[in-house]
């Protein structure tokens, strides 16, 4: 994937698509339950840097928006 010629929103759904192909836990997620209330976690190592960044893509996506 080529980020310099993405924009915002199709970067965010391209790695959207990633994390739904992972080869390790084809996009799964588990929900674990603790003391402070409901975590959710990523199932394997190789999806949780996607999901960290999509989180921080889809906060500015949402500022933009609100701009």
């Known amino acids: 994937m080529d980020?310099?010629?993405q924009?915002?929103?199709q970067l965010?759904?391209?790695l959207?698509?990633?994390a739904e192909k992972c080869p390790r836990c084809e996009g799964t997620r588990e929900t674990?339950?603790?003391s402070r209330g409901r975590d959710n976690i990523v199932n394997c190592?190789?999806?949780e840097p996607i999901h960290n960044a999509l989180?921080?893509?889809e906060a500015?996506?949402?500022l933009l928006k609100d701009l």
């Open 45 to 47: 190592l190789e999806c």
């Open 60 to 62: 500015a996506m949402k």
């Open 7 to 9: 924009t915002l929103p």
């Open 32 to 34: 674990l339950f603790t």
């Open 3 to 5: 980020i310099d010629k």
């Open 16 to 18: 959207k698509q990633a």
């Open 55 to 57: 989180g921080h893509l």
């Open 12 to 14: 965010i759904a391209d």
